[in-house]
């Protein structure tokens, strides 16, 4: 069964750091494209970053630029993003996601062609 499961989410200050992590199973990461999303209270889903398979390329929103870092670890079939300098308007679940039905869903608006999400795990930053 293919699955993602996130962790690494909590009650943060503003301006601290978390770093979130995907593992997958089922399926090795490495063959794909893997996402962070996040939705706010009341808000649509916004991407924020991607890695991509084919490129070994990394993206990010103009929001998250700079404080945001995606990363992998193929060997522990994990995924991981680091944000700093948390905001209050960072507060959100978060997802992960992986695809490869698009040679490159990183270079496609909202990183289109994303297959498996996980369940989100929730990211509160106090001001």
């Known amino acids: 069964q293919l699955q993602l499961v996130e962790s690494g989410g909590g009650l943060v200050q503003a301006g601290g750091s978390l770093r979130l992590s995907c593992a997958a199973s089922g399926f090795a990461l490495d063959d794909y494209a893997i996402a962070w999303f996040r939705q706010a209270p009341g808000k649509e889903r916004e991407a924020v970053s991607c890695?991509?398979?084919?490129?070994?390329?990394?993206h990010y929103a103009d929001s998250v630029q700079g404080r945001f870092t995606i990363s992998r670890d193929n060997a522990k079939n994990m995924v991981f993003l680091r944000i700093n300098s948390l905001k209050p308007e960072d507060t959100g679940v978060y997802y992960c996601?992986?695809?490869?039905?698009?040679?490159?869903?990183?270079?496609?608006?909202?990183?289109?062609?994303?297959?498996?999400w996980g369940k989100g795990t929730l990211v509160t930053v106090s001001s």
């Open positions: 996601a992986a695809g490869n039905r698009l040679k490159d869903p990183c270079r496609v608006a909202d990183y289109y062609g994303m297959d498996y």
């Open positions: 890695s991509s398979s084919s490129t070994g390329n990394t």
